[in-house]
């Protein structure tokens, strides 16, 4: 029940991924060109450019905050991420329950089995 569970869950992140792809790429691409009308904004020295990069990056800003919603395309590419991280973590044990009993084989297997968790 849990595998179906979380293939339930990783096909739900998936297709959010999938229809969030594109604002997810168009706001990295506006940030990248915020940062870089930043770094033009300091090397300016006159005030009129300034003033000009000021605009822009106003302009680039209004994207960037217009895909603000790709954000959630990104939190299912983190739940599909730790889903599969789930999916490949092997929950059976050899030795399942701990017995209080003085064999040393079985003090061995189980010790054994909280190694290899």
């Known amino acids: 029940m849990k595998k179906f569970l979380l293939f339930v869950g990783g096909l739900a992140a998936l297709l959010i991924l999938l229809a969030n792809l594109g604002p997810i790429v168009l706001l990295a691409l506006s940030v990248w060109l915020l ?17 000009g990069w000021v605009i ?41 329950g701990v017995m209080k009993d003085d064999d040393p084989f079985t003090n061995f297997e189980r010790e054994w089995a909280e190694l290899n968790k």
Do not use: C, E, M, Q
């Open 35 to 51: 940062y870089i009308i930043f770094k033009k904004f300091i090397r300016s020295d006159s005030t009129l450019g300034k003033i």
């Open 56 to 96: 822009l990056g106003l302009i680039v800003f209004g994207i960037a905050f217009s895909n603000i919603y790709a954000i959630i395309g990104v939190a299912a590419a983190f739940a599909l991420y730790y889903i599969y991280k789930s999916w490949k973590k092997d929950d059976h044990y050899p030795v399942v």
